[in-house]
């Protein structure tokens, strides 16, 4: 394996969502609370997990009279931010890559924290937001255009958790895909799962021979999957971005902790604003 390491060009920041929650109704964004909830691992990890990065984004924009996290495996869980939570309302954000098993058995029901907690209103998971094609577009691009590569030139796999038991994670990561190739122009873009056929080993293997192949995780956080996994499945050295053989490839990461998934989160929010009549 190559022992060159790349640095990753940071995505460009997706268009800003306005700073101000809605105004009406009985509650708005800054008499409420944002609660984060992400899978989380008991195992120790190098540096704060994604979501406590996005969280701390978001504390400091002021949007939300207090932002929370929680995590259904470690510390805190959701019970014990409940508990913390001092305003009438939270907003509840999962921020998985897809609305499978996990999450629904994550969500309180009836959406209540107790008899003296707040009235959740639970919105939809971030990473199955429309918007995230264009945030895998951007991280794409800028790796293209470092090694000054049309969009024609280059092939995108999009890898996702997968399940044999739950069609959610492949789901997710399709319409992913299908958005991407949508926009982008690109000589081709195929998904591959860690849990599910293809493998991503399998789906590079099968892929024509474009100048590069740029495969990009959909996964919430650079974790044991998103790293160790996919770089034993693609070959690549522990320590590097790319494969050193004729067929360049090039792994961006987890798209979970780029900048721009503050925004999916926010619009998530609004969104459920928008189902309850509260916009």
């Not at 209540?112 to 094609?133: F, I």
């Amino acid at each position: 394996g190559s022992t060159m390491s790349t640095t990753r060009s940071p995505a460009p920041r997706a268009p800003a969502i306005s700073d101000d929650g809605p105004a009406s109704g009985s509650t708005g964004w800054r008499e409420s609370a944002l609660i984060l909830l992400a899978h989380g691992s008991a195992a120790a990890t190098a540096g704060p997990p994604a979501i406590a990065r996005h969280a701390a984004a978001l504390a400091r924009r002021r949007l939300f009279a207090e932002v929370h996290l929680a995590f259904l495996h470690g510390a805190p869980r959701l019970t014990d931010s409940l508990a913390r939570v001092t305003s009438p309302t939270a907003y509840l954000v999962p921020f998985f890559m897809s609305a499978g098993h996990t999450v629904r058995q994550a969500l309180p029901d009836p959406p209540r924290a107790g008899a003296s907690g707040p009235r959740l209103r639970c919105c939809r998971p971030a990473g199955t937001h429309p918007d995230l094609a264009a945030i895998v577009a951007a991280r794409v691009d800028a790796e293209r255009r470092a090694r000054d590569l049309a969009a024609a030139e280059i092939a995108v796999i999009l890898v996702g958790h997968g399940s044999p038991n739950d069609p959610a994670s492949a789901e997710a990561t399709r319409h992913c895909a299908a958005r991407l190739a949508a926009r982008g122009g690109y000589g081709a873009v195929r998904c591959a799962f860690l849990d599910q056929a293809p493998r991503p080993d399998a789906a590079l293997a099968a892929m024509p021979r474009p100048a590069a192949t740029i495969v990009v995780g959909l996964f919430a956080d650079n974790g044991l999957h998103a790293e160790a996994d996919m770089r034993r499945l693609l070959g690549l050295d522990p320590q590097a971005d790319r494969r050193a053989d004729d067929n360049d490839v090039i792994y961006t990461g987890a798209i979970g902790p780029d900048p721009a998934c503050v925004d999916l989160i926010l619009d998530r929010v609004r969104e459920q604003d928008g189902r309850t009549g509260t916009a």
